[in-house]
């Protein structure tokens, strides 16, 4: 008769989950707090797409294929 044992072990996990879980939601209210107080002001430019203008951009090879096309232009 060893019923109390698996009681024993499925409250052990139950609170193992519970203490998981409490972790988890103390990891992410920290990761909130580190991402909402950002190194930039409010306001202030993202450096990651400064200088974009909406529209066409230029060719970042610059001319390579403009010269491609224009003597296939040529050739024709």
């Not at 202030?44 to 066409?56: C, L, Q, R, T, W």
């Amino acid at each position: 008769m060893q019923k109390s044992r698996p009681t024993q072990n499925k409250r052990a996990r139950e609170r193992a989950k519970q203490l998981k879980q409490q972790e988890k939601i103390a990891r992410r209210q920290e990761l909130k707090q580190t991402r909402s107080s950002s190194p930039r002001q409010q306001g202030e430019e993202d450096p990651d797409i400064a200088g974009i203008v909406p529209g066409p951009q230029p060719s970042p090879w610059g001319d390579e294929f403009d010269d491609l096309k224009a003597d296939e232009e040529e050739a024709e």
